[in-house]
């Protein structure tokens, strides 16, 4: 049985969290995946090839974020949970050519870069993933899931 990434299992991911003295916040929704069929569907349906650019919403203790790096895929990931930026740390430390983070509220980084012809636009966060540039995997992930 191939493993996707070695932080989703339950016992992985509970040492993971021990490991980095994390625990959830439920004010932040956090969920972590801990299994690695769902890893391997999602990897599947994504149809990740090597050196492609993934944008990350929440990687969370990196569960997706590990599997898509060990892909050869480049990650920049947006996570709002400060506690978790010395763990990212490690995680770019490991993969410097791969890997970046940005330690912010993925709405507010959206709102920020969006383009100045979207700028008075009543366009949802949906609608302007939807517009970004002609990333069709990305599109065809999200009807697929």
Not at 13 to 32: C, M, P, V, Y
């Amino acid at each position: 049985m191939t493993v996707n990434s070695p932080y989703a299992s339950p016992k992985a991911t509970i040492s993971r969290l021990a490991e980095w003295d994390l625990n959830t916040k439920k004010s932040l929704g956090q969920h972590f995946l801990i299994d690695d069929g769902v890893v391997g569907r999602i990897l599947r349906i994504a149809e990740l090839n090597e050196g492609e650019q993934v944008l990350e919403i929440g990687p969370g203790i990196g569960t997706l974020t590990e599997a898509m790096l060990l892909k050869g895929a480049s990650v920049l990931a947006i996570e709002k949970d400060p506690r978790l930026v010395a763990l990212l740390e490690e995680t770019k430390q490991r993969y410097p050519k791969q890997f970046d983070y940005i330690n912010a509220d993925a709405l507010e980084v959206i709102k920020a870069t969006r383009p100045c012809h979207l700028e008075h636009s009543t366009a949802q966060p949906k609608d302007i993933v939807e517009r970004l540039h002609n990333n069709q995997q990305m599109l065809s992930f999200f009807n697929k899931m």
